[in-house]
């Protein structure tokens, strides 16, 4: 699947490793958020970078104490409709600090891609043969937002005080 980190095509450097296949020792590998869980300790010592796939299911306060040791948190997104995986996104960012790569797999659409970045998320991975236009024109959509959020758009709240304040001063 073809990766768009702010609408451009980026390269996917992880491996997908199922769960009993051995991990490539020198490769950034992407593994299912259990076997994380499973098997952590064996997995502390890792050189290469790791990557985790977790459910919109799963709650965000299950995966903090896992954070410094993945350099990529795959969220999944199984209907268009569940916006749990935003939640977790930005939770990730706000709460917990994560500074890595967030990636949204999925049923994910492009009217929701610039919403995914305001949430904290870095990249989408989108269908094979989807037309890449959709999304990049996505990002331009909507200029003002109503809540404070990841990105550096300013909401319509902040935007009217500061009207209010050059009114005042003249």
């Keep these: 699947m073809p990766l768009l980190e702010n609408g451009r095509l980026a390269e996917d450097r ?10 490539p020792s020198d490769a950034p590998a992407l593994i299912a958020f259990a076997r994380l869980q ?7 010592g890792r050189n290469a970078a790791l990557g985790i796939q977790v459910a919109s299911a799963t709650a965000p306060e299950d995966i903090a104490p896992f954070l410094d ?5 795959v969220v999944e997104f199984p209907k268009f409709r569940d916006g749990r995986g935003f939640s977790i996104g ?10 890595g790569e967030i990636r949204a797999v999925g049923h994910v659409l492009p009217d929701q ?21 959709p999304w990049a024109a996505a990002l331009g959509r909507f ?10 758009a300013t909401p319509v709240s ?8 050059s009114r005042a001063l003249g």
């Design 69 to 73: 040791r993945v350099a990529l948190v």
């Design 38 to 44: 499973r098997e952590a300790e064996a997995l502390a």
């Design 90 to 99: 930005r939770a990730l960012r706000e709460r917990y600090g994560y500074t």
């Design 143 to 152: 200029r003002v937002a109503y809540q404070a959020g990841m990105d550096a």
């Design 158 to 165: 902040l935007l009217r005080r500061r009207m209010a304040l």
């Design 113 to 133: 891609h610039a919403f995914l970045l305001r949430c904290g998320f870095t990249a989408v991975a989108v269908p094979d043969g989807a037309d890449l236009a």
């Design 14 to 23: 992880f491996v997908v490793v199922a769960d009993d296949a051995p991990l």
